[in-house]
C-alpha cells in the first residue's frame, strides 16, 4: 500500500476509505439507537462529536453534493445526486426499521439481564418515560440528515470531483459545526429550564395489610433530552392515618402502618417492610447518558397532619470541574387519604 | 434535465428479491406478528389477514393502467395528493380508541379506508412509477421520480423529523402529544410517508399529459383478470373487518350458565349455598367475554353475597379488538331478602367503535334460594 494512497484514503479520497468511514457511521447510529450500552454515562456528547466529524469528512468528501442547490449542478451531478436520493428514501424506511428491531431487540437482552439478577440490584429497565431519548432522537436525525450523503460516498468511484467546487478553505469552516455543537449542548444542559417526562407507563402495583397503595415513577429532564434524567419511583401507601413510602427499609414505616400489619411478637418493624426495589428506588429511572448524575439522595418524612413529604436530590454536570452543573430535586407529596399535594 | 421524447424502454438485469422496500415491509409485518404472540390463538386470524393486505398490495402494484382523461388532469392528481395529506392529518388528530371515550377513535377506521381507496387513485394516476421496477421505466420516468425522490426525502425530513425533534425537547406537553401520537394514526401516517410520499410528489410534479407522452407500462392491461382480480382483493380486504365490527353488534349474544354447589366451607349464617357461573360471548375474530362468577348464599330471611358480585368483579372481561365499558355493576337486597345483582357492559368494536351493544348478565335469587333470573 503506497504512502500515496493512504494519504488519499484518510482524506476519503478512495472508494474503500469512504466505505470504511460510511461503515463506521452507520455502526455508531445504531450504537446511539440501541439500548446497549445501557448508559454511556456522561460521554454521550463525545459519541455525537465523534459522529460529527465523520460527517465533516463525508460532506468533504462528496463535496457536499447532497446539499448543494440544483442551479449549481450540471446534469450528470444532478442525476447522480437524484439518484443518492432515491436510494436513500428507500433505505431510509429500512434503516428506521433496523433501528427499531435494534431497540426492541435490546430492550428484551436488558429485560433479560435484569430478571436474571434481581438480588436487591437496580433494574436496568427505566420506568421514566422519555419518550425518544437524546441518543435516540441523534440516531434519527443523523439517518434523516446523512442518509443521501452516505449513499453518494458509497456509491461514488475514487474521485468525486466537481467543477466549480467549493474552495477547500470554504470546507473547513464545516469543521466549526463540532465546537459550535458542543457549546450549544453545554448551554443546553447549564440554562435549559428543566422539564418533567411524559407519563411512566408503568404498571407496577404493590400492596401492604391495611392500606392502599400506588406506585409513582416519574422524572425531571436536564437539558432537553441532551443532558440527564433525574428519577422517582416509590411505592406510596395510605391508610386514613397516615401516607407513608413501603419497601424501602431506610424510610421507617409509621407506627400506624406497624400496627395494621399485626406483625408476629419478636418480628422487628422492618421485617414487615423489606426492600423492594422494583417498588421503590433511590435513583432508579436515573439516565445520565450526557451528564454524569451524582448525589443522589432519597429522603421521606411524615408530619403531623399525617402526610408524606418524599425528595429526591441530585446533582447534574455535563463536564468535570463543577462547568454547568446544576443541582435538581423532586417532591412528592400525598396526604393520609391519598391525595397527591405535590407531583414530582 | 434532459427529457427524452419517446424513449426506450432499458432492458436491465433481473431485479434483486431483497430490496429495501420488501425488506422494510418484512420487519414491520414481522413486528407486528411478533405484537400477536402475548395474544396466543385469540388473534391468530389477524396474521392471515395481514397476509392477506400484503397479497392485495402484491395484486394492486402488479396491475397498471392508463391513468384516463380524468386522473390524468394534474388538477385531479393534485387534489387527490391534497386529499391524501388532509386524510393524514386527520389520522394524526384522530385518538386511538379506548375504555374511558370508546368513540374517541370512530373516525379512525374511516379515514383509514379512505386513505386506501386515495391510494389506489394515485397509483392509477402514477401508473406507480414512484416504486416500479428499474427494468420497466424510461429515462425521462426515471429521472422524474429520482427527482420526486429528492423532494419526497426532503419533505419527510423537515415534517416527520421536524415534528419529531421539536415535539421531544420543546416540553412535556409536546413530549406527551408524541408519545400518544403513535397510539392513534400516528404509525398508519409514518408507513404512509415512508411508502407513497415519492408518488405523491410525482403525482403533483407530472404535467397534464396527452396520452403519447404519457405512455402506459403494461398496454392493452386495461381490463384484464388481475385488475379484477385486485378489485376483489381489495373489497375483500376491506369488507373482513366491516363485517367482523358488525357480527359483535347484529350476532346474538352467546350465553353460557352453570350453577353448582360451592366447594369451600360451609358459610356461617347461611342455610345453603351456591356458586354461579355465567359468560357471555360476542362476536369472533373481533370479540369479546363478560364473565360472572359469584356465589350467594340464603338463609329463609335474606339471600345474600360472598363473593363475586363487587366493584371489582365487574373488571374480568377480556376483550380481542373491542372496548369493554362496565356501565352498571349493583347488588340490591331488597326488602323481602331478595339478592338482585346486575352486571352491565356496553362493548364496541374496536376498528367501528360508534357501533355498541350493552351486554347484561343479572342474577336474583330470593331468600329461599330460588334464582328468579340467571343469566
Known sequence: VSHNWLVRAARLRTRRGRRIAVAITLAITALLGSLLPSSFYGLGIVVILVLVALDVLLIRATEGLAFTRRRALDERESALRDRAYRRGFRLLGLALAVELLIFIATESILSAIANATQNGSLPSITEVNNVISGRGLTAIVQLLVMLPTLMIAWTAGDRVDREGGRHARHWALLWLSIPAIAGAWLLLVAAAPEQVTAKSNSSISGGLEGATCQHFSAGRIVGAEFGATVGLRAEVCWNGTDAFVSGDPSIPLPESAIAAMHLPPGVPADGGNPAQTDLTACGAGTTDDFATVSATTCSGTIDAAGTLHYSVHARVSPLPGGIGQRDVTLTLVVARDGRVLVSP | ?375
Request: with cysteine; aromatic share 6%.
Open chain 2, 1 to 375: 434535465m434532459t427529457v427524452i421524447a419517446n424513449p426506450p424502454i432499458r432492458q436491465r438485469g433481473p431485479r434483486s428479491l431483497f430490496t429495501p422496500v420488501r425488506i422494510t415491509t418484512a420487519i414491520f409485518i414481522g413486528l407486528v406478528c411478533l405484537s400477536l404472540i402475548p395474544a396466543g390463538g385469540h388473534l391468530a386470524w389477524l396474521v392471515g389477514y395481514l397476509l392477506l393486505v400484503l397479497v392485495t398490495c402484491i395484486v394492486l402494484r402488479t396491475t397498471r393502467r392508463e391513468p384516463g382523461t380524468w386522473l390524468g388532469r394534474r388538477a385531479v392528481r393534485r387534489a387527490v395528493v391534497g386529499l391524501i395529506a388532509a386524510d393524514c392529518v386527520a389520522l394524526m388528530a384522530t385518538p386511538a380508541p379506548s375504555a374511558g371515550s370508546p368513540t374517541a377513535g370512530s373516525g379512525l377506521l374511516a379515514f383509514l379506508l379512505l386513505l386506501v381507496v386515495l391510494n389506489v387513485a394515485l397509483g392509477g394516476a402514477t401508473q406507480r412509477v414512484a416504486s416500479a421496477p428499474d427494468s420497466i421505466v424510461d429515462e425521462r420516468q426515471e429521472a422524474l421520480r429520482n427527482h420526486a425522490h429528492r423532494i419526497a426525502y426532503l419533505i419527510f425530513a423537515v415534517v416527520v423529523g421536524g415534528a419529531v425533534v421539536v415535539a421531544d425537547v420543546a416540553s412535556t406537553e409536546t413530549r406527551s402529544w408524541l408519545a400518544s401520537g403513535f397510539g392513534g394514526g400516528g404509525w398508519i401516517v409514518l408507513l404512509e410517508l415512508l411508502f407513497v410520499l415519492p408518488g405523491m410528489v410525482l403525482a403533483f410534479l407530472e404535467p397534464t399529459h396527452p396520452a403519447p407522452e404519457f405512455r402506459t407500462l403494461h398496454p392493452g392491461q386495461r381490463h384484464d383478470r388481475p385488475a379484477l382480480l385486485a378489485k376483489a382483493l381489495l373489497a375483500l380486504t376491506v369488507a373482513i373487518p366491516v363485517a367482523l365490527s358488525l357480527a359483535v353488534v347484529l350476532v346474538p349474544v352467546t350465553t353460557s350458565s352453570t350453577i353448582q354447589a360451592p366447594t369451600d366451607s360451609v358459610v356461617p349464617g347461611a342455610t345453603s349455598c351456591r356458586e354461579f357461573f355465567a359468560t357471555a360471548h360476542l362476536g369472533t375474530g373481533i370479540d369479546a367475554s363478560v364473565p360472572l362468577h359469584a356465589e350467594a348464599c340464603w338463609n329463609g330471611k335474606r339471600a345474600f353475597e360472598t363473593y363475586g358480585m363487587n366493584a371489582g368483579d365487574c373488571m374480568t372481561f377480556s376483550s380481542d379488538m373491542t372496548i369493554v365499558t362496565t356501565t352498571q355493576c349493583t347488588q340490591v337486597t331488597r326488602a323481602d331478602g331478595t339478592l338482585a345483582f346486575t352486571y352491565r357492559s356496553d362493548v364496541a368494536p374496536g376498528v367501528m367503535p360508534f357501533l355498541h351493544r350493552q351486554v347484561t348478565l343479572q342474577l336474583i335469587i330470593d331468600r329461599n334460594g330460588n334464582v328468579e333470573k340467571f343469566p
